[in-house]
């Protein structure tokens, strides 16, 4: 029941730290010019890029050396290590800015700003590696505090100075980084306050930057892809299809916050594992298993109720999005199979290879948009999405498979490539004469959608999973929930 309790809680935290910046929007857009928006958006995404530069990663090196940091009694040494990590590479960003400023580089709108850019920039990356540190402690009630207080702090520090104080830029700045400072404060009892008998050796820093400096390139192409993604329909598409499309990946990005749950509960088990002698060959491609047949099931509901979502986020002008909500759904799926397959690489210490698969992922991107945006218009977009991150997905698994022996099936990858290209383009189909129709009248179609993702669960089931490994599955199932009822039921 602990993964259960995992998978609820660091959901809930992690959405809500997702979701203040959706419902900081409308906030933003009515208390700020289109061009302060605009230059907040810019900067928000240039501070997103720094934090990736300031930390080398170093939030990856923790998930790689912390169990085996806690099996040799060294955690202090590897939390103080970690920090050194991010102090230097914020230290060396600094300088590198202080330099561009002086030497002009840098737009005037852009330089006024940059020492709290620079901040929220270092204050993330600091917050981040905490945050690692909270989840491999198996603290998920505390860990949901620290982003609840983060979240809570900037959203009304942020309201109240643009709406009662005409902060501008600055205050909705302002609003991000005190958040983050909150944040910090508050998890620091729980991981940089035990000081480590010795200082963290250079072998064990040189061991996490071998390891965390080559993520940073597909970290980096990641951030251009989801952050730099309006920037690149931009330069196929018009401002009026960017926005269509826009909505479709906000739909779509809910999906998300399910997926990013399912691997914030994943990942402090995989690392664990990696190192355990006795961990089964089978294990991560049983859980790949379980994740491909429930989230299925999950981006099936998702994409029946774009409808309503769609409604919910934009005027009827925007309808036309309901037909994109398939593709991106399902390539937010592949997205969770990419991260999830990725552990075979992460244990192999060949961490360079994730940016061979980003690399992949991109050129099909990018490839597909030009290809097809002068045909398909935003529908292209979609498609690209969408394989990009089953180019992600495939590629991860089979290289995981090779360099770790990961035993993902590339069988049960190959089937849920076929039913996310089948609901995706169902969707299309059911939803396309329907756009802008009254919920009323869409009813039928989103009951239609939703019994295709039943069908399509139900023959992963059959024809992905052996007969033997169903019944196991099932049986272990119930004598869990047995368990737990019974020990619920004691506690009365």
């Given at each position: 029941m602990n993964a259960i309790r995992n998978f609820v809680v660091y959901g809930l935290a992690g959405t809500a730290s997702r979701l203040v910046m959706v419902f900081l929007v409308p906030l933003y857009t009515r208390a700020l010019s289109i061009g302060q928006?605009?230059?907040l958006e810019f900067l928000l995404a240039a501070a997103g890029l720094l934090t990736i530069l300031a930390g080398l990663q170093s939030e990856t090196a923790v998930l790689r050396e912390y169990h085996v940091a806690k099996r040799e009694k060294r955690l202090p040494e590897l939390r103080w290590a970690a920090f050194v990590i991010a102090a230097g590479g914020s230290l060396l960003l600094g300088i590198v800015a202080g330099l561009s400023w002086l030497a002009g580089l840098l737009p005037d709108d852009f330089a006024a700003l940059l020492p709290m850019v620079l901040a929220i920039a270092v204050a993330t990356q600091v917050l981040g590696i905490q945050l690692v540190l909270l989840r491999f402690d198996d603290r998920p009630v505390f860990f949901g505090f620290v982003t609840f207080a983060d979240v809570l702090v900037a959203a009304t520090l942020s309201f109240v100075l643009l709406v009662q104080f005409d902060w501008g830029v600055a205050g909705a700045l302002t609003g991000v980084l005190c958040g983050k400072i909150i944040g910090i404060g508050a998890a620091w009892t729980r991981t940089f306050v035990e000081i480590p008998a010795d200082w963290p050796s250079a072998a064990l820093v040189r061991r996490m930057l071998a390891f965390s400096v080559p993520t940073t390139a597909p970290v980096f192409l990641n951030w251009v892809q989801n952050n730099g993604?309006?920037?690149?329909?931009?330069a196929f598409f018009t401002l009026t299809d960017v926005a269509i499309a826009s909505i479709g990946i906000r739909v779509a990005a809910l999906f998300g916050f399910l997926v990013y749950a399912f691997r914030l509960a994943w990942e402090p088990w995989a690392f664990r594992m990696l190192d355990d002698p006795d961990r089964p060959a089978s294990a991560y491609g049983d859980v790949l298993k379980g994740y491909v047949v429930a989230m299925v099931?999950?981006?099936s509901v998702a994409i029946a109720l774009s409808p309503v979502l769609v409604a919910i986020f934009a005027?009827?002008?925007?309808a036309a999005a309901v037909v994109l909500c398939g593709g991106?759904?399902?390539g937010q799926l592949w997205l969770g199979i990419g991260n999830l397959a990725s552990?075979?690489?992460?244990?192999?210490?060949k961490t360079g290879k994730l940016v061979t698969?980003?690399?992949?992922?991109?050129a099909v991107n990018l490839a597909l948009l030009a290809a097809l945006a002068p045909a398909l218009g935003v529908v292209g977009a979609m498609i690209a999405f969408l394989a990009s991150a089953m180019t992600r997905g495939f590629a991860a698994s089979v290289m995981s498979n090779t360099l770790f022996a990961t035993a993902f099936s590339l069988r049960l990858l190959i089937l849920a490539g076929v039913a996310s290209l089948g609901l995706a383009g169902a969707a299309y189909a059911l939803f396309d004469g329907n756009a802008g129709q009254p919920l009323v009248t869409q009813a039928g179609a989103m009951a239609t959608m939703l019994a295709l993702g039943l069908i399509a669960v139900a023959l992963l089931v059959f024809t992905?999973?052996?007969?033997?490994?169903?019944?196991?599955?099932?049986?272990e199932g119930s004598e869990r929930w047995r368990l737990a009822w019974r020990a619920f039921r004691s506690k009365e």
């Open positions: 928006y605009g230059q993604a309006r920037i690149v329909l931009a099931l999950a981006a005027p009827t002008e925007y991106f759904v399902m552990i075979g690489i992460h244990g192999s210490r698969v980003a690399l992949m992922a991109a992905a999973i052996p007969a033997a490994e169903r019944r196991a599955a099932l049986r």
